[in-house]
Nanobody, 119 residues
């Protein structure tokens, strides 16, 4: 089975930076879409960023501050977060569309990592 594990969260002051990583494991044939979502307390989960073979997209609130990237040699992707704001505080989840021979192409979620931006 496929498993996504994210890491890199923590407590930072406003203006600080963090880099989140997500590692996918299992009988993976291909990862078609890699992304990051976040969910703040009392709010709906929202898309932060995603990357495909041909494009990268960001929600407006993080443009210019966050960068999503993928490791070309491994099933790993990252979210570099700069100029963090208190409004970025949330649990961040990695998310991916992954193809396996057993299950075809479906979506998977990581377990979440807490990012807290506070002075």
């Amino acid at each position: 089975q496929v498993q996504l594990v994210e890491s890199g969260g923590g407590l930072v002051q406003p203006g600080g930076s963090l880099r989140l990583s997500c590692a996918a494991s299992g009988s993976i044939v291909a990862i078609n879409i890699m992304g990051w979502y976040r969910q703040a307390t009392g709010k709906e989960r929202e898309l932060v960023a995603r990357i495909t073979r041909i494009s990268t997209n960001y929600t407006d609130s993080v443009k210019g501050r966050f960068t999503i990237s993928r490791d070309g040699a491994e099933n790993t992707w990252y979210l570099q977060m700069n100029s963090l704001k208190p409004e970025d505080t949330a649990v961040y989840y990695c998310h991916a569309n992954i193809y396996t021979y057993r299950d075809g192409s479906i979506y998977y979620w990581g377990q979440g990592t807490q990012v807290t931006v506070s002075s």
